[in-house]
Structures are given as C-alpha cells and as structure tokens.
C-alpha cells in the first residue's frame, strides 16, 4: 500500500482531500492568531509609548530624568515580563506614540479611554513599526505603511522597497492629486501610467554599473531574479513569455518580455535597451503594441501597454514621435539604488513647479 496515504490504527483509510481542508483550516486559524497577537503588541506598545510621553511632560523634562525613567521602567518590566521591555525597546515605544499620535485619523480617544482595535494593520509587526516611525515624512511614512500591509512585505523587503525610494518614483511619475493618493490609498492601478517608475531600479541583479554587458544578458539576469523584477514591475504583474515570437509579413519579430496585467486586464510589453532611447525604438515597440491589439487580446481586454526600458531616455523624443493616446512609454533604469536626497530634491522641484503652474 503506497505509505504516502494516511491511516489510522484500526486500518482505514483517510481521505487525503479531507486531511487537506482540515490542515488548511488549521493553518488559516493559526496564521490568524499571530495576525491578532501581532496587533495587539503593536496596540500595547502604542499605549506604553503613550504613557510615558505623558509621564515625561508631566515631570522633569531634563534628559537624565528621561534615561533615568526608561531605565527604571525597563528593570522592573523585564522582572515581571521577561525579555522584550529594554531601555531601547521603551524609547521605541515612546518614539512610535509620537510619529502615530496625530497624522493617523484612526487613532482616537474613546470615551472609555479605550483605543480602538483596528487601527494597526495586522500584518504588520513590531519590527515593521519601529522601520516607519523613523521615516519623518508622514505621507511617506503612511505609504509604505500601507504598501507593506496590502502587499505583505517582509522587513527586509520593506526596507529594500525605501532604500529604492519608491514613494518618491513613483511621485515623479504622477500628478499633484496621484501624489496625494500615495499617501492616502498607497499605489492604485487604474490606468496605464499607474504601472510606470520613474526610474526602474535593478540593482538586485548584481550588475555593475560599469562593466560591459549585451541586452541579451540584461534579459537573461531578469529571468535568473523574476521574482525580484515582478516585485519591482508593481502590482498586479503575471510573467508570460521571454522572447515571444511573432510573425508578420513573413517575417519574425520578438519581444523582450511579455507579462500580463490582472488589474488592468491587459498585456504589458518590455523591451530592454542599453543606450540612450532612439525614435527607432519607439516605432519598434509602437509595432509590437499594435501587433498584439490587433491579434493577440481578446475584446473584453484593454489596449495593450509597451514599456521601453532604456538607461537614458528623452521625454521630447517620446513626445513629438508618438501620437497623444499613444499607449508606450519610456523608463529609465538603474543598475544601483539611487540617491534619495537626489530624488527629494526633484520631487521638491517638482512639486514647486506643479504649483507655480497651477
């Protein structure tokens, strides 16, 4: 009898579908409780901060007595509760009441001096928490905190996600009210641009900046980390096709990368450039998108997206060679993290400039 199904001792047999609900059930049910114990640290925490802040304006504001204070908390927190309750771990608390006691509309004081339960996001951990509260912008900070949670990010790929200045491409790529909306829903996608960064950032591939390379490896180091490119693609992305042939003509022609859109039902076309964006390839891929409308999607799907990919591109170019509705778009990439002051100090310029225009 094959060992791999289940039995119990009088020797029946146990439907393996039936020991897969319950398992699955079981697993749900526990991932449930961690969200929930996870919540409600997250709770307690905010609460403790608060206390403390309030201790603090209430006596000497002298930082000796603040240390003073963290410290005795800490010996007397860590005797009855054990591990968790360090100086360090406090002045987070502290720290976290202060960065989340305003800018969250959802943080009030109920009248029975009760906070309401849901105001945390459940998939988020104490470690994910102490990351935001040390991200001063608000907005930003509120970004990311929902990012994080729609999407769940691990730590690490929080942190990634920042050190990649996410929020600010995507802030380049919008208008006054997308920025907005950042901050307030995180990133939707409803419409063609909603998909496009400005620039791309590659640098999991391990690329050097200055080392020689063909488009052809460029490609081939993507699919070696698609679940990284996907992650940096945004939501939504399904991959399909590593140069997908077609023909036309008699003759073949082959794109890049094919991936498909859940969200916006539609197929997202790449092609991968190494130099500066030539008005060649803009017709390239005005072909390839063509292509596909014509005999590739299926009429209950929307119009088909192309995205060059190029490591300089020219917005004039784009311009003045594809018509207005035109459903291309160029990007940049990058093979190392950018600079963030770099990128704040456009998106600062640019803001400046939306509101001198307006």
């Not at 928490?129 to 929080?158: G, V």
């Not at 017709?283 to 590739?296: H, P």
């Not at 600079?339 to 600062?348: H, I, T, V």
Request: hydrophobic residues 40%.
């Amino acid at each position: 009898m094959n060992k791999s199904i289940p039995i119990v001792p009088d020797g029946t047999v146990l439907s393996n579908d039936l020991l897969g609900r319950i398992v699955t059930i079981l697993e749900d049910a526990r991932q449930r409780v961690v969200r929930s114990v996870n919540s409600q640290m997250v709770l307690a925490y905010w609460l403790i901060g608060r206390e403390i802040v309030q201790a603090l304006q209430g006596g000497d504001e002298r930082a000796s007595y603040g240390k003073g204070l963290l410290e005795g908390l800490a010996n007397e927190l860590t005797r009855r509760f054990g591990r968790g309750f360090s100086a360090t771990n406090l002045k987070n608390c502290r720290l976290f009441y202060q960065a989340y006691q305003n800018h969250q509309p959802e943080i009030r004081q109920m009248a029975s001096d009760e906070l309401n339960q849901n105001v945390f996001w459940a998939g988020l951990s104490w470690s994910h928490y102490i990351f935001l509260t040390r991200i001063k912008n608000t907005d930003e900070r509120r970004f990311y905190e929902i990012e994080a949670a729609q999407n769940d990010w691990s730590l690490p790929e929080l942190r990634r996600q920042f050190d990649s200045s996410l929020y600010e491409r995507l802030a380049l790529s919008r208008d006054k009210e997308g920025v907005l909306a950042l901050s307030q829903q995180g990133q939707l996608i409803e419409k063609p641009t909603d998909v496009i960064r400005s620039p791309y950032v590659l640098e999991f591939l391990g690329l050097d900046e200055r080392s020689c390379y063909s488009e052809s490896e460029l490609e081939a180091a993507i699919i070696s980390k698609i679940e990284h490119f996907l992650l940096e693609l945004g939501k939504g992305f399904l991959f399909e096709a590593r140069q997908k042939r077609f023909t036309f003509a008699e003759e073949h022609f082959f794109v890049d990368l094919v991936f498909y859109n859940r969200l916006l039902r539609c197929y997202v076309l790449i092609d991968l450039k190494l130099g500066k964006l030539t008005h060649q390839n803009l017709g390239q891929m005005q072909m390839y998108v063509n292509y596909f409308d014509r005999f590739v999607k299926r009429e209950d799907e929307n119009s088909t997206i192309g995205i060059i990919l190029c490591h300089q591109k020219n917005d004039a170019l784009v311009e003045i060679t594809l018509p207005k509705d035109a459903n291309i778009h160029a990007a940049e990439y990058q093979l190392y993290l950018p600079s963030k002051e770099e990128l704040k100090l456009r998106l600062a310029e640019w803001v400046a400039q939306s509101e001198g225009n307006a």
